[in-house]
């Protein structure tokens, strides 16, 4: 009986073992390169925009460059409302820090320099004419 039923019981550990079946993409099929993380049960609008900033302590800016990239995001959020520190400061700040780690932890497949400065200043504009909004602003990615 084991041996009549070997197959079907060590399918799915052999079908692991040699990978999974070959697929041939048809050629009008392109990749993903589009990522929106509004879910489907979602409806979309103003309604994604609203929050509700947590009570926490004010703390003064850390003049450690360090001590400021590992604060949390609801701090930076408040140093940026307050404009302790600019968008564009903590950008290069982040850029920086993914230039001297990546050739060791590998974490970066392309590195939008450019499109992150340009977002930063944007939204630095954008909190000098009092238009700030908020500690997370939902981007759409475009990945190329």
């Known amino acids: 009986m084991a041996a009549g039923n070997w197959r079907k019981t060590m399918a799915p550990l052999y079908e692991r ?16 390169s589009r990522w929106d993380p509004v879910l489907a049960s979602q409806p979309p609008g103003d309604r994604l925009d609203r929050f509700i900033l947590s009570q926490i302590a004010s703390v003064p800016l850390p003049s450690d460059d360090q001590d400021i ?54 939204a630095d504009r954008e909190i000098a004419a009092g238009r700030y ?12």
């Open 17 to 32: 073992r040699t990978g999974p079946r070959k697929f041939s993409a048809p050629p009008s099929l392109a990749p993903a």
């Open 69 to 122: 990239a590992f604060a949390p995001l609801t701090q930076l959020s408040r140093w940026i409302e307050r404009r302790e520190i600019s968008s564009e400061r903590l950008t290069h700040l982040y850029l920086e820090r993914l230039e001297h780690f990546d050739p060791r932890l590998r974490c970066v497949i392309t590195l939008t320099r450019d499109l992150a400065l340009s977002q930063a200043q944007q």
């Open 133 to 144: 909004r908020g500690p997370v602003v939902r981007q759409k990615c475009i990945w190329s």
